[in-house]
Every structure is written in C-alpha cells, then in structure tokens.
C-alpha cells in the first residue's frame, strides 16, 4: 500500500508547483501570479476576471488552468492565463484543491466533504459524495491509477483507480507522533496538504 511511503511532516507549509512552473495565488484579491522555471526572476501577474479568494490551481495539458477558490468558485482558462471562464460548480462551499490524473479527468475538494469531479478537462464538474462531511483541504494523484485526499482531524482517503472509489486509511499516530500522544492523549492533526515526487515517496503536511 502506496500510504506506508508516506512520511507525515507536522509543520504548516503552503506550496504548488505545476508543469515546469510555479503558479501563486492571492487569497483575497484573486489573480495568479505565474513563474518561468527556466527564468527564475521574470514573473507575470494576471488578474482572473470576477474572481476572489482562490486556494489552488492545476494544470491541465500545455497551456489549460482550472483554479479553485470561495463561494464554490471555478474558473478556467485554455490560453495559460491569458482568459479565464467561469465554470459552473453548483455549490456555495469554498473548493479548497483541484488536482488532475489525466488531461480529461479531475477532482476537486473543499469544505463539508465537498467532492466534484470531471471527465472533460474540467469543462464542467459533477458533485459526487464519497462518504465524509469533513472539511477536504488537498487532493493529489501520484500515478498509476493512486491518488490521496487530506483533511481536518487527521482525515486521509485513497484510491488505486484514479478517484472511482475512495477509502479511509488510518495513520497510527502513536508511532508517527509518540511524544504528542503521551502529553495529549488522542491526536488528530489537520492534515493541509499531500505533495509526491514520485509514485512511492510523497509528504503530508498540517498542524495539531
């Protein structure tokens, strides 16, 4: 099970880095600013139309972006940023992370145990429940069909068949945590975030 590769770091930490760029986004004012790899100080900050508050984005193929943010807002843009199009997701819930396996499928999580997923590059999202009603702060795929979901109170799903279905998997805190568990007793750290650098080996981060 890919999950025992996993080494659970407890530190608040934000990071994201997509296709050979980093794409920063503002909480508050919503626009992306984007970075070229190969240029490490030229920048570019574009404004996403009608946009506030958004928490994650993903790139889909070359030059395709979905973003994420409050008020179940989705926009997306096939020009690398250049135009953005409000996406329906027929939610008010904040979508917290939005994450592709393939250049036609993705998901996207957020609060409440919100679920929504795509077959069609993130042109349009369904709702589907998955069975929690936890707040969902991250989602990522890993390759190979593997995929990982983190969120409040220690919450951790994955799946072997690309998000079709989804299980709980239990991280044993006595042995990830023992000093914590002996001073506090039951500990159930949110969990932020899940990044891999391959299909083994990844990272979840978050705070107690």
Partial sequence: MIVKSIVAVLMVCMSLAAFGCERQLNADTGFATKRNAAASNQRESRLVQHA????DAAGVGRNTIVVVGKQGQIF??????????????KTS???????FSDEQHGVIVG???????????????NARPIGVKENLFSVRFSGNG???????????????????????????????????????????PHLYGVAFCDPQHGWIVGEY
Avoid: C, M
């Avoid at 997306?76 to 997701?89: I, M, T």
């Avoid at 819930?93 to 994450?99: E, G, M, Q």
């Avoid at 969120?151 to 805190?173: C, H, I, Q, V, Y």
């Fill in 93 to 99: 819930r904040p979508l917290l992370s939005v994450t």
């Fill in 52 to 55: 506030s508050g958004l928490f």
């Fill in 76 to 89: 997306r843009s096939e020009d690398d940023g250049k135009v953005w199009h409000r996406v329906a997701s």
């Fill in 146 to 188: 593997a995929g990982f979901i983190v969120g409040a109170f220690g919450t951790l799903l994955e799946t072997d068949n690309d998000g079709k279905s989804w299980r709980p998997t239990n991280l044993n805190w006595d042995q990830l945590l023992p000093k914590l568990t002996q001073e506090l007793g039951l500990v159930q």
């Fill in 111 to 125: 609060a409440g145990g919100t679920y929504l997923e795509s077959a069609d590059g993130g042109s349009s999202w």
